[in-house]
């Protein structure tokens, strides 16, 4: 029997009444890794022979009747979080050589629940593209699609499980990182709610693994299931010890529903900034056609939705706010005169960059009253409706495109080619108020390609997008593997 794209959930009970070892499991995944891998090059760190030691241990300890959530069960883990001796390098070619000490919060929460770590999964260049590709490690394709982009940054991640390696990866996300794979992959994803999952030891090398409060950027779970999503979160979630204290705990509330015909769903297709493709709006049909059908409650517009124009502009001041900090003297310095010779009414996006990258603490903070602003709007709407589905990105999965002027990039949608950095837009709606996300598999485009969609929820309650998700899978299907 082949278990290579059995859900962790059916792995772990498969595990528990003896039908498979943790040693099979490891011992196919990796087989598996070694045939296929040469085309798609999601493992850019293989870490075999201890994923073999931990699977010997997980079989002893489900001998002693040792009950984990992950227990046996072979996951990866994306490039940028810290293994203790394994090289993190975000792709810098100058850090190739850096191997840090101790493993990232996430990592030793997957090892104390049991897991099978396979090794590292490949990313782009400090994390900042929608594509997985670096001077170190080379170029992951989509399994789908070889001449095509997995997504970014998680992209390697969701490559692995799109391919069968590993049921379970973790992931990161600031601008869709997590989402996008999942959507040009056609897997699933969630981006839980801002602060929920600490992100210790998820940093560029060699800054050392400090317990920091992220702005944006969030760590979160990817398989092939939603069932599988929120096994994972479980495991996941909680505050850092060092910041919060061991005995600080975070409970979720449940879901408010739990069957389609009780969800009150608005669902947004259009973005003022960026059109929505006609796979991605098809997609949208399919799930709104389920709902529907179910007897749940469908809206397409409300006057409730915050601006998404301004929603846009405070997500990218917040977001370039955090990259200006660390740029080298010279080019901060450029940017600032050019922010400074600005007009003081001047608006739009690519103010908004300028802006950002060269905020002050008051810059920021003005920003953040914005942000709490939008927050307030979004509780409003969540008392009218349960949760929003809209895209992660404009269409299925692109073809590569390594043009080092990431300015000169252009994405077509719809046979009309639009600049590559409006893919920002779809992923700044959940990003910017720090609300939980799911991304889940919605069917395929007319050239065969995964579709997916995001079920926005309210803060905190991530349960309840993850229970959506779950009864849409039963609904219209999940993840299919490639060809």
């Known amino acids: 029997m082949e278990w290579s794209f059995r859900a962790a959930e059916e792995l772990s009970t498969a595990l528990r009444s003896g039908a498979v070892s943790s040693v099979e499991l490891t011992e196919e995944a990796i087989a598996r890794i070694e045939r296929d891998d040469k085309a798609i090059n999601a493992i850019c760190v293989p870490d075999f022979e201890r994923a073999r030691a931990a699977a010997q241990r997980a079989d002893r300890a489900l001998a002693d009747g040792v009950d984990l959530p992950l227990l046996g069960i072979p996951v990866t883990v994306k490039e940028s979080y810290n293994m203790a001796g394994l090289p993190t390098t975000w792709g810098l070619p100058q850090h190739r050589?850096?191997?840090?000490?101790q493993d990232a919060e996430q990592v030793a929460r997957l090892a104390a629940a049991g897991a099978v770590m396979l090794g590292k999964t490949n990313v782009p260049l400090m994390?900042?593209?929608?594509?997985?590709?670096?001077d170190i490690y080379g170029t992951t394709n989509n399994p789908w699609d070889h001449g095509r982009s997995p997504g970014g940054s998680s992209g390697g991640s969701a490559a692995a499980l799109a391919a069968g390696f590993g049921a379970l990866s973790i992931g990161s996300d600031i601008a869709g990182s997590l989402r996008v794979p999942a959507h040009f992959c056609g897997i699933y994803a969630h981006k839980p709610t801002l602060g929920l999952v600490s992100t210790r030891g998820m940093v560029p090398p060699p800054l050392p693994p400090l317990p920091t409060e992220a702005d944006l950027a969030v760590a979160g779970p990817m398989a092939r299931t939603a069932r599988d999503l929120t096994l994972l979160l479980d495991v996941m979630a909680g505050p850092d010890p060092l910041t919060r204290g061991l005995a600080y705990r975070l409970e979720l509330p449940a879901p408010r529903h739990e069957s389609l015909s009780e969800f009150r769903v608005l669902i947004v297709e259009e973005h003022p900034l960026v059109p929505t493709g006609s796979a991605v709006r098809a997609a949208l049909g399919r799930v709104a056609d389920a709902l529907t059908a179910e007897g749940a409650r469908v809206q397409h517009h409300s006057a409730l939705l915050p601006d998404l124009t301004e929603a846009a502009e405070l997500y990218i001041q917040l977001l370039v706010a955090g990259f200006g900090a660390g740029m080298p003297a010279e080019r901060y310095e450029q940017l600032r005169a050019a922010a400074a010779a600005l007009p003081a009414d001047a608006q739009g996006i690519d103010t908004a960059w300028l802006r950002g990258a060269t905020a002050t603490h008051r810059d920021f903070l003005v920003a953040a009253g914005g942000r709490e602003r939008h927050r307030h709007q979004w509780r409003a709407l969540f008392g009218e409706f349960d949760v929003v589905i809209c895209p992660i990105g404009p269409t299925p999965a692109f073809p590569h495109d390594q043009n080092p002027d990431v300015q000169a990039?252009?994405?077509?949608?719809?046979?009309?080619?639009?600049?590559y950095g409006d893919q920002l837009h779809w992923p700044g709606v959940a990003t910017m108020p720090g609300l939980p996300a799911t991304a889940i598999p919605a069917g395929l485009s007319p050239d065969g390609l995964p579709v997916g969609v995001q079920l926005i929820g309210p803060m905190y309650e991530d349960r309840t997008p993850l229970r959506l998700a779950e009864l849409l899978e039963a609904r219209i299907g999940g993840f299919q593997p490639p060809a």
């Open 409 to 419: 990039r252009r994405l077509e949608i719809d046979g009309a080619a639009y600049p």
């Open 127 to 134: 994390l900042q593209d929608w594509q997985s590709y670096n």
């Open 97 to 101: 050589d850096f191997i840090p000490d």
